[in-house]
């Protein structure tokens, strides 16, 4: 007899049930910004991504609401096919003049981008060396290639130069990193690994999903905080989800990567292309970004206040240099329970244990964006300061 499908999904909600590993996401009753609504309940959100408060701005969703007046709901084809539309063409020479590089391709999400690039990009005979912490989405892309993939230790320029001595090809080699990791909050120490991978003629692909619109001028991302956003053998990729509030991915730098990939990336050639709204969205957060540099100060005087009050009341941030701030509970089930309680006083803010985290470092992701008012941050820290102390992460 084969298995039955409800044999199969008991048996798989079991064994996550029993790993404790079982999600229900939170459902929010308001739009997204630095206050919602969580099951009922009014509170200061610090688990968005929306590091800007893009994602509810009104200018944005003005300029969304007239391309969907003018250029219609859907693209109404995957791009090859019929679904390229002008104001698709135009955003992507926004992006690529915005990024400095010489071509830009939008896909439908970060995740599909690093699938669609790193599929298009690797042969068999070519080699990858992966930081050991990179994003599930350049695992997964890794593993629809053929080359040869090794890892290195996380953000380790040293151990990187191991593996890239050790492990000769004649065939391409990539470096893959996050410019900025999303569970710590730390940046990748980009130009001591370019240089490293440099040494052996190697390509460096960084992962911007959390740098874009928080890093270097105006928002440019991580190659341009480390300044090098010309370079030929960087290639950037990241979402328009986070920072640009709104949904996509995107891959820069090299002027022929963009042909490339709208000949090969699979999401591109087999995927319906953004609708207009969509694109009307980021042009507006591309032109907003660089006329109001106030959103990404306003960003990072909330982030360091954010940041050295946590550390005051003696809680340990891991080292974030970004606005993600992971506040470390040790074990799952602390973490857990301290979000709970925090969601009870008001703060909502998402508790991670293994595997999405080492075991013992599990903790609560707190996201700080532009949008929060002190009023905000002060609300949760001292929501913070009680739940810590109940139970025991912090002195009394
Ligand atoms: N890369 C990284 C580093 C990410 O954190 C994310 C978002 N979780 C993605 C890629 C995927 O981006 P998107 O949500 O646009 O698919």
Redesign the pocket.
Known sequence: MPTSLSGRLDAELAGLRAQGLLIHPRVLQAPQGARTRVEGRDVVNLAS?NYLGFANHPEIKARAGEYLREWGAGAGAVRTIAGTLQIHEDFEQQLAEFKHTGSALVLQ??????QGVLGALLQPGDLVVSDELN?A??IDGLRLTKATKKIYKHADPEDLDRVLAENDTDGLKLVVT?GVF?MDGDIAPLGRLIKVARKYGAVTYV?D??GSGVLGEAGRGTVHHFGYEHADDVIQV?????AWGV???YAAGHHDLRELLLNRARPYLFSTAHPPAVVGALSAALDLVQREPAFMERLWDNTRYFKAELARLGFDTMGSQTPITPVLFGEASAAFEASRRLLDEGVFAVGLGFPTVPRGQARIRNIVTAEHTREDLDLALSAYERVGRALTVIGS
């Open positions: 991504n999400s970060g995740f599909t981008t690093n994003h989405s350049i996050d999303s992962d999903a959390h990241g979402t328009l989800s986070k949904v996509g991915g």
